[in-house]
């Protein structure tokens, strides 16, 4: 999967010379967390919600006379911005991003192509998109199997599938599960669950856990 998938488009933006506290209405008025800095079409910089909150004091905090709380609101934005911020394209790869993300510990990144801002992709995608691979929202059986690492021993796991004409709605492997083996973790369909099971079993596939959602239980 790529970033242009799950990105948001039409990202909202403010620019460099907006004082803060209009930034900071903006991202509470639409309920976003971070907002792209763009000049003149130029992307220059990114402000976070976290950001906000170290620049502008708290109203309820009574050190704080009504003119430094004037004067902070007076703040530009191009002061507080994080400056020339790591972007990705809309063709990279979703777990390079996911990786740029945990790495840098960033809640999001901006999505440019050709050097014009095109979208966002934050936490919240690339969980929708997790939930999406795994086949969360959708009713059926999760099997966990261990297979060995040869390749015909996936190909037997796929024939089977095949045989029992079951669907997959959502398919993850960990293939760093043990040097001889691979885990993989299927969520299907099946109108004949213990045919599936039975010629699963058969075709030396490893059964590690089975739970079906229609029976709320595991066995």
């Not at 960033?106 to 979208?119: H, R």
């Not at 993989?184 to 369909?189: A, F, G, S």
């Not at 079906?212 to 239980?217: A, C, K, M, P, Q």
């Amino acid at each position: 999967m790529f970033v242009k998938l799950w990105m948001t488009s039409n990202v909202l933006t403010v620019n460099s010379s907006q004082p803060i506290v209009e930034v900071e209405q903006l991202m509470r008025d639409n309920r976003i967390r971070r907002v792209p800095v763009v000049d003149d079409g130029k992307l220059v910089g990114i402000i976070s919600r976290e950001d906000l909150f170290r620049a502008l004091p708290s109203i309820f905090d009574p050190s704080i006379s009504p003119e430094n709380l004037d004067r902070a609101g007076r703040i530009q934005a191009g002061s507080i911005m994080t400056r020339s911020p790591i972007t990705v394209e809309p063709s990279t790869p979703l777990e390079h991003a996911a990786l740029l993300m945990r790495t840098h510990k960033f809640g999001a990144l901006l999505v440019m192509q050709d050097d014009e801002l095109v979208g966002i992709i934050t936490e919240t995608n690339i969980f929708d998109a997790f939930l999406e691979v795994l086949g969360a929202k959708k009713q059926g059986a999760r099997i966990e199997l261990k297979i060995d690492r040869k390749p015909s021993a996936f190909y037997a796991m796929m024939q089977v599938l095949k045989k029992c004409e079951a669907t997959i709605l959502g398919i993850t492997i960990f293939s760093e599960y043990s040097e001889e083996h691979q885990l993989v973790t299927l969520k299907i369909q099946s109108a004949n669950l213990d045919r599936l099971t039975d010629g699963l079993w058969a075709a030396g596939v490893h059964i590690n856990r089975l739970h079906t959602e229609e029976r709320d239980g595991e066995r």
